[in-house]
């Protein structure tokens, strides 16, 4: 998916230049992958296919040498095509993981090192949760707004993505970790027979 | 954190015997949790989540390593110095509700207080504990009227009525929803921050430590915490006063 949809969207939630827009990117969706800069590209895209305009310039007050920056709003068709991705169904990501690839494709002696990447993989999703939480809690009682919803919605998908994946990486670090034993013992054997 | 912990788990070990065999639970585990933060420790189930909490909080001994509450190890401990700390300074919310089906919740909460202080004065803290935690309106109520998260909270205000200075809840999430789930991790950080407590918290949801200060993870009886390594680090550059965001 590129990220074209993404920031056409938040284009509509509230204009804003590029610079803005990347930083939202980042703070929404910062581990989906999208990269920064990947916001320029997507606002030439879809500048070039009217479907986001310039609302204007903004001074750079505290530069006054730097390039005034471009605000971006929606068009009435950059709405009605964000609308038709709202209404068409969403595809399943590919899964096309790198340690996946290096555990099919390993031998036993790899074994020590992959459970220091599980290891170590499972440390990076804690970092990763670290990075989604949200200091601010929601009072209690009373309407809660959609939009305060469906962020933590997403937020809970994300988390219980990285749960699943480190239940994943404990049970096979475990596997490995009694294999790897087996594996070596039976080197030691051979060496004593050698 | 700077300033003393109030608990302090220093390389710590505990193991059980099922029949002729040694299960190790809590291997080489060093945890500290200060005033004013709240820890939360996930573990999938049989990780040694309520093992940890039970260590913690002075009810089991590790057969190694050092517990020590501000500063003092608990083995250096009387019994009578123990049971006053986890009498005064160490409260657990347990979500097992009151032993009468009778009892409102306005006296379950008073009970922890009942040994030192008049009925009067001990409701009017239970009524300031259930306001506190935003359940005043069940104070009337009994456990069999209260939904889940009713009960979470009224076993937190349970826990908190004598004002401890460490708070210990095993899976304070268990059953709620995701906007329930919010309120309570909410409750509890802000409690942490407002009360100047530590909490320490187990879950078995990694959802529910996304308000926590500080996060681990118990795996094979090791405590892991977050690498430092950001993944998207590659994509990122620091926002000068703004944390992390993209270059413009």
């Known amino acids: 998916m590129s990220a074209k949809n993404v920031v056409l969207g938040l284009v509509i939630e509230r204009p804003g230049y590029g610079y803005d827009l990347a930083r939202r990117l980042q703070e929404r969706f910062g581990s989906s992958g999208f990269a920064p800069t990947g916001v320029y590209s997507a606002l030439d895209q879809l500048t070039s296919e009217a479907l986001v305009r310039s609302a204007g310039r903004r001074e750079n007050g505290a530069n006054e040498r730097a390039a005034p920056r471009t605000i971006y709003e929606a068009t009435p068709k950059g709405i ?62 009373g309407p809660t707004a959609w939009p305060e919803v469906a962020v933590l919605l997403v937020r809970d998908a994300e988390v219980r993505q990285l749960q699943a994946r480190v239940e994943w990486l404990q049970k096979a670090r475990s596997i490995m970790s009694k294999l790897n034993g087996v594996s070596e013992r039976d080197a030691a054997r051979g060496d004593r027979v050698a | 954190m700077s300033g003393q912990a109030w608990l302090s788990l220093e390389r710590v070990s505990k193991s059980y015997w099922r029949g002729p065999h040694e299960t190790a639970v809590l291997r080489d585990i060093s945890l500290s949790v200060y005033a004013g933060e709240c820890v939360a420790v996930w573990g999938q189930r049989g990780s040694g989540k309520t093992t940890l909490l039970k260590v913690a909080a002075g009810l089991e001994a ?50 922890p207080l009942l040994k030192q202080q008049t009925l009067r004065r001990a409701r009017r803290r239970s009524a300031a504990a259930l306001a506190r935690v935003g359940v005043a309106e069940c104070s009337k109520g009994r456990w069999e009227d209260l939904t889940d998260g009713e009960r979470t909270l009224v076993s937190i205000a349970h826990a908190m009525v004598r004002k401890p200075s460490l708070l210990v809840v095993d899976d304070p999430t268990a059953n709620l929803d995701v906007l329930q789930r919010e309120e309570v991790m909410g409750l509890l950080r802000s409690t942490a921050e407002q009360d100047w407590l530590g909490v320490l ?48």
Not at chain 1, 112 to 141: F, N, T
Not at chain 2, 84 to 110: C, N
Not at chain 2, 202 to 208: F, G, I, L, N, R
């Open chain 2, 62 to 111: 590790p057969e190694r390593g050092v517990v020590s509450f501000k500063g003092r190890d608990l083995r250096r401990m009387s019994k009578v110095e123990l049971v006053r700390l986890l009498r005064e300074e160490i409260g657990w919310a347990r979500r097992a509700g009151p032993e009468s089906d009778e009892l409102e919740m306005l006296d379950y909460v008073a009970l």
């Open chain 2, 201 to 248: 918290i187990t879950v078995p949801d990694m959802p529910s430590m996304v308000h926590a200060h500080r996060i681990g993870s118990l795996s094979d009886g090791r405590l892991l915490v977050p690498s430092g390594r950001s993944p998207e680090r590659d994509n990122v550059v620091e926002f000068p006063g703004r944390g992390r965001a993209a270059p413009g």
């Open chain 1, 80 to 141: 009605d095509r964000f609308e038709e991705w709202m209404l068409r169904s969403s595809s399943l990501a590919p899964v096309r993981d790198e340690l996946y690839m290096k555990l099919a494709l390993s031998k036993p002696h790899n074994l020590s090192r992959l459970i220091e990447l599980a290891q170590a993989q499972e440390e990076d999703c804690l970092a990763r949760l670290e990075h989604l939480k949200r200091p601010a809690a929601r009072p209690r009682g």
